[in-house]
């Protein structure tokens, strides 16, 4: 029944599908197990190899893991896509470098970004936190009794800039700092991209700095984007510390969306200056009814606190 089901996965949507996937990611058996890998291999239809992927992942079949690292390497470029992400629950981080490898010979910008994301994944499952990015460093900056030969191609150093944001390890973050005063301009972007992508708010300055400072609109906007989502990440702060620094992103502001993000963020920090913030945007155009909502979200988060 396991290409019957693939074959029905790919070619229904609705409930068909929903009962065709829930039925191949739960037949119990060895032997469903073993079908999915021979079909992985042996189905003619890339819809539907889509399909054994997904079960593959879904199924925690470590015996796919093989299958599935050369399919998200070489395969079609959907093929690829869906063995990355099956890849997050089969692979580990012992996988990372071979990963890399294969990230480091894509070309299609969708697919490094879905290996970037798994590798990403996968880091986190290491207990040490400042020894999630080291794979990915000794690629960037060899340690000086290595023997390992350090990537020179810039797009390529640029993939592995990327995949550190998507890691977050605090330890990669000089070698960061100091590929941003870079001249060349692929390197910028894709640093000043890693930074604002980062899963913790250990670099909010650094990210505040690049929406201050920057030449190029995209990086004022990716990085004010990723201080105002850093603020919410910051566990030690009180309201009022909290509001002061979004005023300093909603100065920075010059389109509608980064101001409705800014007032997205204050009823998380509910207190006098929030309520003041987002009523001094109650006039402005493009954000009127974002305002309001923040205004009687505080309100009324003011009241329960008064209750309380």
Known sequence: ?????????????????????????????????????????????????????????????????????????????????????????????????ALLGFLLGMSEETAQEEMENTIGALAQKISDPYARGDDVQGLLAPAPDSKSVPVTDIPKRCLLYRTLGKIGDDSSLPLLREALTSPDVQTKDAVSRALADWP??????????????????????????????????EEHQSPEAAVRSLKMALDLATRPDEKKLVLGALPGFACPEALALAESLLAVDGVREEAQAAVAAIKESLGRQKMN
């Open 200 to 233: 913790n708010p250990t670099p909010r300055e650094d990210v505040l700095e690049i929406a201050q400072n920057s030449k190029d609109l995209t990086h004022q906007v990716l990085a004010l984007r990723g201080f105002v989502r850093m603020i919410g990440l």
């Open 1 to 97: 029944t396991v290409p019957l089901l693939a074959e029905r996965a790919a070619g229904s949507r609705g409930r068909e599908q929903l009962a065709a996937r829930a039925s191949l990611w739960t037949l119990p058996g060895k032997e469903v197990d073993e079908a999915i890998l021979f079909w992985l291999v042996a189905s003619p239809s890339d819809p539907a190899k889509n399909e054994l992927v997904q079960a593959a992942g879904e199924r925690r079949i470590a015996s796919a893991k093989n299958i599935l690292m050369a399919m998200a390497g070489s395969g079609p470029l959907n093929n690829s896509l869906e063995a990355a992400k099956a890849l997050r629950a089969i692979a580990s981080p012992g996988d990372i470098p």
